[in-house]
């Protein structure tokens, strides 16, 4: 959405009071990786202060890296209230959870 409206796109963002969802993007090095050298240094990367703020900058995401900075006129993280949830409850409605969204998405 940052990117649509920086764009001039004829959208806003609106940041429920009840809360929003933060959905992170975790990435591991697999057990058995061909490479898993090579794939720590892409880890070590990925979490790098430089790509993290490149990842804000360019692709509208947020980060939690401490030396990472929002854009201007963005809303920071640290004052949106965030929606949390039990892994546990929510394995344990998956299928209700994937029924309500193909109900309301379609898809």
Not at 74 to 92: F, N, S
Request: net charge negative; hydrophobic share 35%.
């Amino acid at each position: 959405m940052f990117t649509l409206k920086e764009a001039g796109a004829p959208v806003e963002i609106v940041y429920p009071l009840e809360g929003t969802p933060f959905v992170p993007s975790p990435t591991a090095v697999l057990e058995r990786a061909p490479h898993p050298n090579a794939a720590r240094l892409f880890q070590s990367f990925l979490y790098s202060p430089e790509l993290q703020q490149l990842l804000i900058d360019e692709g509208g995401e947020r980060s939690l890296h401490r030396l990472a900075r929002e854009r201007p006129g963005r809303k920071p993280l640290g004052t949106i209230k965030l929606l949390t949830e039990d892994p546990a409850v929510i394995a344990d409605q998956a299928d209700e959870i994937k029924a309500n969204y193909t109900r309301y998405f379609g898809t």
